[in-house]
């Protein structure tokens, strides 16, 4: 697999859908280091790995992360942002 071409889909995509979570990318075939590069000027937050299971290991450690960071926010926002503070307790 040609992988600068596919970090190009990946960065084209993330622009589209202006993506603000990171992500794990496993990438392995020719090209690497020039994905590499691509990836790294776009200015996404992208961890490439080029072995699957290490790939997995940090994806998941990073969706630990990200639903962490969504319960505390919960936790410090308890009330819908649109009650009036009269209304709260």
Same mark, same amino acid.
């Given at each position: 697999?040609?992988?600068?071409?596919?970090?190009?889909?990946? &960065?084209?995509?993330?622009?589209?859908?202006?993506?603000?979570? #990171?992500?794990?990318?496993? &990438?392995?075939?020719?090209?690497?280091?020039?994905?590499?590069?691509?990836?790294?000027?776009?200015?996404?937050?992208?961890?490439? =790995?080029? =072995?699957?299971? =290490?790939?997995?290991?940090?994806?998941?450690?990073?969706?630990?992360?990200?639903?962490?960071?969504?319960?505390? =926010?919960?936790? &410090?926002?308890?009330? #819908? #942002?649109?009650?009036?503070?009269? &209304?709260?307790?």
């Amino acid at each position: 697999m040609r992988c600068d071409v596919i970090a190009a889909g990946i &960065l084209s995509a993330a622009k589209q859908i202006g993506m603000k979570k #990171p992500i794990v990318i496993r &990438l392995q075939g020719t090209n690497v280091d020039e994905a590499q590069k691509l990836i790294q000027a776009s200015g996404f937050r992208m961890i490439v =790995e080029d =072995e699957l299971g =290490e790939a997995a290991t940090k994806a998941v450690a990073i969706a630990n992360i990200v639903k962490q960071a969504g319960e505390l =926010e919960s936790a &410090l926002h308890p009330y #819908p #942002p649109s009650l009036p503070p009269s &209304l709260m307790p």
